[in-house]
């Protein structure tokens, strides 16, 4: 069964880094490349970044560029979202999602970050 699982969310002081894991099946890394996304309820939803296979290319969102890193361990079928120089506005859902453009085929449930002091 075909399944995203996200991890790692919480209360981090602004300043501060998190990273949030996405346990993925191995046929959607095999078949998609894989998306971040966050959503802050009653705003659309925002693409963070999106890491291609094979050569695990990854694309970012200008708000996060240079922050946040994503990256695959494909031996264990997880996508890592490395989060740092955290602020308030980085508070959301966070999620993971096939694929990184239009409608989700796949998507986890999601994880909170909350970044407040």
């Known amino acids: 069964q075909v399944q995203l699982m996200e991890s790692g969310g919480g209360l981090v002081q602004p300043g501060g880094s998190l990273r949030l894991s996405c346990a993925a099946s191995?046929?959607?890394?095999?078949?998609?490349?894989v998306g971040w996304f966050r959503q802050v309820t009653g705003k659309e939803r925002e693409a963070i970044s999106c890491?291609?296979?094979?050569?695990?290319?990854?694309d970012y969102a200008d708000s996060v560029k240079g922050r946040f890193t994503t990256s695959v361990d494909n031996t264990n079928n997880t996508v890592f979202l490395q989060m740092s120089s955290l602020s308030p506005d980085d508070t959301a859902i966070y999620y993971c999602?096939?694929?990184?453009?239009?409608?989700?085929?796949?998507r986890g449930q999601g994880t909170q970050v909350t970044v407040s002091s």
């Open positions: 191995a046929d959607i890394l095999e078949s998609y490349a």
């Open positions: 999602a096939v694929p990184c453009d239009g409608e989700h085929d796949y």
């Open positions: 890491i291609g296979a094979p050569d695990g290319s990854v």
